[in-house]
């Protein structure tokens, strides 16, 4: 019997489910082990096998979709937050509620990535301390230990499925329930689960539509006086009713609240001004090109886009020679995720046409769109302010690469 053909190691496993406890554990384990194509000059290129080359681009094009998450100076700033938040809240021996986070910032700014990393350390440390074990559990029993929680609201979300998803993620059984009984549930979940930190991404998807509608702030209410720490993320939190609406200083960076005003019919109309003083609210801002250290800022992070870059034409200075990195941040306004979507596209097409290098001419071929975002809800204010560009038409190029065209398996004559 013929051995069994092995799997290239750059093909993708099962998908990730991040919003179940199993989902989110292996996330914990390999979100940082993709091993990258290796570099390869032209020379090498080219004494490569038609088979071996089709190959080596697979592997790139699969380097180029999965570009690292690089940290910048704003992604370490809110990752050094949160990360600290949950640690003072799971360290604390008192009863009393847990500060939480709200991260805040646009479409495409790698908040989701930025938390969910700085938590995937916390929950390993935590794990190795207690021995990979929940410290409160029966005797006899081999409890689910879930240090933290990552759930995402639906689109449209209300109290009760956001609470459905959150005893999603424990694979709890909810069927028939109230919302008493669901907030109930949930808390017995965390107990339970010894969970030290919930993750509720997309947080704004919770609409406030009545004056007299405030269950979205007595649930948020019910989960602080949890022994958790919350941590909510979303777009537009200052403005979305959650917090008093408020405006950013434009010298200290913080946020100004204005103050409580008479809200009618609410029976809660401090809630907003609990949340306010019981959450940190940090932002997740963009690159920024009008200081030396901004622009500092933005060619390290390009710097590190090359070294990722497979290629066969050297990629140093591909990104930050000349004026490309004013260019690049024109077409992106310095939103990471426009960038990375830039990119691999880019250096999708300077393979298919043999170019093997990111250059104005190229990019200027195609614009980055929304639909290149599918995972951003546009009613939800995620999707990122791209700007207009007219794309140029294609330039027809001589000697493209074939490497990706299949032309089948190969037919003998039969004489």
Not at 56 to 78: F, G, K, W
Not at 109 to 136: R, S
Not at 279 to 298: K, M, Q
Request: with cysteine; proline share 7%; glycine share 8%.
């Amino acid at each position: 019997m013929s051995p069994r053909p092995t799997t290239p190691s750059f093909l993708p496993g099962p998908a990730v489910d991040r919003t179940v406890c199993e989902g989110w554990r292996r996330w914990c384990k390999t979100w940082n082990d993709f091993v990258p194509a290796p570099v390869v000059t032209a020379q090498e290129f080219a004494r490569m096998t038609p088979r071996q080359r089709r190959f080596y681009n697979l592997y790139r094009l699969a380097t180029h979709s999965s570009l690292p998450i690089q940290a910048t100076p704003m992604s370490e700033a809110v990752a050094r937050t949160v990360r600290a938040r949950a640690e003072d809240g799971a360290f604390s021996h008192k009863a009393g509620t847990r500060a939480g986070v709200m991260v805040n910032g646009n479409g495409a700014q790698g908040k989701t990535e930025t938390v969910c990393t700085a938590l995937a350390a916390f929950e390993e440390e935590w794990l190795a301390l207690h021995h990979y074990m929940n410290p409160d559990s029966m005797p006899g029993t081999r409890d689910l230990v879930a240090p933290v929680a990552y759930v995402r609201c639906p689109v449209k979300a209300t109290p009760i499925s956001t609470c459905q998803r959150i005893l999603d993620f424990y694979g709890e059984d909810y069927k028939g329930m109230r919302l008493e009984d669901l907030v109930r549930t949930v808390k017995t979940s965390i107990m339970e689960h010894a969970t030290k930190a919930l993750v509720i991404d997309d947080i704004t998807r919770l609409k406030l539509h009545r004056e007299a509608d405030q269950d979205v702030l007595d649930l948020i209410r019910e989960m602080m006086s949890m022994p958790v720490t919350l941590i909510l993320v979303g777009v537009g939190i200052p403005n979305s009713g959650l917090l008093r609406e408020g405006r950013r200083d434009p010298k200290t960076k913080e946020w100004i609240f204005q103050p409580v005003k008479d809200r009618g019919r609410s029976p809660n109309e401090h809630a907003a001004s609990q949340h306010e003083r019981r959450f940190e609210l940090v932002d997740l801002d963009p690159f920024h090109y009008d200081t030396s250290h901004g622009i500092a800022a933005w060619a390290a992070h390009l710097r590190g886009l090359e070294g990722h870059l497979r290629l066969l034409n050297d990629t140093e200075g591909m990104l930050t020679g000349e004026d490309m990195p004013e260019y690049l941040f024109a077409r992106t306004k310095g939103v990471v995720g426009v960038l990375e979507k830039l990119i691999q596209r880019g250096c999708r097409l300077a393979v298919e046409d043999g170019s093997e290098r990111l250059t104005k001419d190229l990019l200027n071929q195609f614009t980055v769109t929304p639909d290149d975002m599918p995972d951003l809800d546009a009613g939800s204010g995620e999707q990122p302010d791209i700007p207009p560009h007219k794309s140029a038409p294609q330039k027809r190029r001589k000697g493209r690469n074939t490497v990706f065209d299949d032309n089948g398996p190969s037919r003998k004559t039969v004489g």
